[in-house]
């Protein structure tokens, strides 16, 4: 049973258009990430909501908003992609913040800009 | 600056043993992670260390020295399907998990 659901799995968006990923969780977990992954580099975190409180990267580009709607869903919105955006994009889960639970990931996101 | 240090590729024979080395330096220390990563999925969790000392779950074991900043992934009778990036990552002070780029593995019969 998918835990961590993201769709799409493949979104190919043009240079500037806007672009929203999106993910869900049948874990009922409070926290939840996003990250972005380019090949051969570590995640790098872009922003996590602790239940409905935001916490953004300082180094996170203004271009990523994010928006969770209820504890389920989240959503990751590129509002003016650029070529460098193309990455996978991962959302993941962990019931606390606590480091002894861990993090569930979803399978990602792989964003082509053209 | 936080850093996380491991090598970028390892390879090894299937049936053998290899050893991932990972070494930290991040502001506080609130346990270390190891993911398992196949190519173009997401990672999975393999193991947690907060304590010194050994972690053994089946093939795969995890060890962490606190005071030395370091910590080692034991994979024991590798099998093909062990091709993969494992990716240690630390939990700082204020619980963010710094990520390491990650060991990319290769498994050859």
């Known amino acids: 049973d998918a835990m961590v659901i993201q769709n799409p799995r493949y979104q190919v968006t043009q240079f500037g258009k806007p672009v929203t990923l999106s993910c869900s969780q049948t874990?009922?977990?409070?926290?939840m990430y996003w990250y972005q992954q380019k090949s051969s580099q570590a995640p790098k975190l872009l922003f996590h909501?602790?239940?409905?409180?935001?916490?953004n990267e300082a180094d996170t580009p203004d271009n990523f908003q994010s928006r969770r709607p209820n504890t389920s869903f989240c959503f990751l919105d590129i509002r003016s992609p650029g070529l460098g955006d193309a990455a996978m994009y991962l959302c993941?889960?962990?019931?606390?913040?606590?480091?002894?639970?861990?993090?569930?990931f979803g399978p990602g996101t792989r964003l082509t800009v053209t | 600056g936080q850093n996380i240090d491991q090598p970028t590729e390892m390879t090894a024979t299937e049936g053998a043993i290899v050893q991932i080395n990972c070494t930290y330096q991040?502001?506080?220390?609130?346990?270390l992670f190891w993911y398992q990563q196949h190519a173009g999925e997401a990672p999975t969790f393999l193991s947690y260390?907060?304590l010194d000392g050994l972690e053994e779950k089946g093939r795969f074991s995890s060890f962490l020295s606190r005071s030395k900043g370091y910590s080692y992934l034991l994979l024991k009778e590798l099998q093909m399907k062990d091709s993969a990036s494992y990716l240690c990552?630390?939990?700082?002070?204020?619980?963010?998990?710094?990520w390491g780029a990650g060991t990319k593995l290769i498994i050859k019969p």
């Open positions: 993941a889960t962990s019931r606390e913040r606590d480091p002894s639970y861990e993090q569930y």
């Open positions: 874990l009922n977990h409070n926290v």
């Open positions: 909501y602790y239940d409905k409180d935001f916490n």
């Open positions: 991040t502001s506080g220390f609130n346990g």
């Open positions: 260390n907060v």
């Open positions: 990552a630390v939990m700082d002070s204020n619980y963010q998990l710094i």
